[in-house]
């Protein structure tokens, strides 16, 4: 998957555990590391960082990430500034149920409270599984 994302990526860009598209990051950027890492085995929920005052960024982002749910993996969103464009953003991506976060400690207890009920689900299924 690294290497995927390499070849159209950044040089500077890490393509490590997190990606970091670095400030030269662009909506088709996001895009395409979402819909290559979401539909993996090798990933389970996303953080997006939204840093909306880069210049590549628009209000087309939301929609990606609104889209990228289709992958049926939790994305959830933080560092939105407070322009007006993304006072914009946040209501569009709250308004599509993605979850928005202004600091990354609670984003962060978030992603854990998600890995946890996901981890209590699959072993009620796996026990009910067994049972019959």
């Given at each position: 998957m690294r290497s995927t994302l390499s070849k159209k990526l950044p040089p500077l860009a890490s393509t490590a555990n997190p990606i970091d598209l670095t400030?030269?990051?662009t909506n088709a950027m996001y895009k395409f590391v979402l819909d290559t890492v979401l539909p993996t085995n090798y990933v389970d929920m996303a953080l997006v960082m939204a840093q909306m005052q880069l210049p590549g960024m628009t209000q087309?982002?939301?929609e990606y990430i609104?889209?990228?749910r289709r992958y049926?993996?939790?994305v959830i969103v933080y560092g939105i500034s407070e322009n007006d464009d993304a006072k914009a953003f946040k209501t569009r991506l709250e308004?599509?149920?993605?979850p928005t976060?202004?600091?990354?400690e609670t984003a962060a207890r978030a992603l854990r409270a998600l890995y946890e009920y996901a981890k209590v689900r699959h072993g009620l299924r796996s026990k009910v599984m067994n049972i019959h």
């Open positions: 400030g030269s990051a087309d982002l939301a609104i889209e990228a049926g993996k939790p308004e599509s149920g993605v976060y202004d600091r990354l």
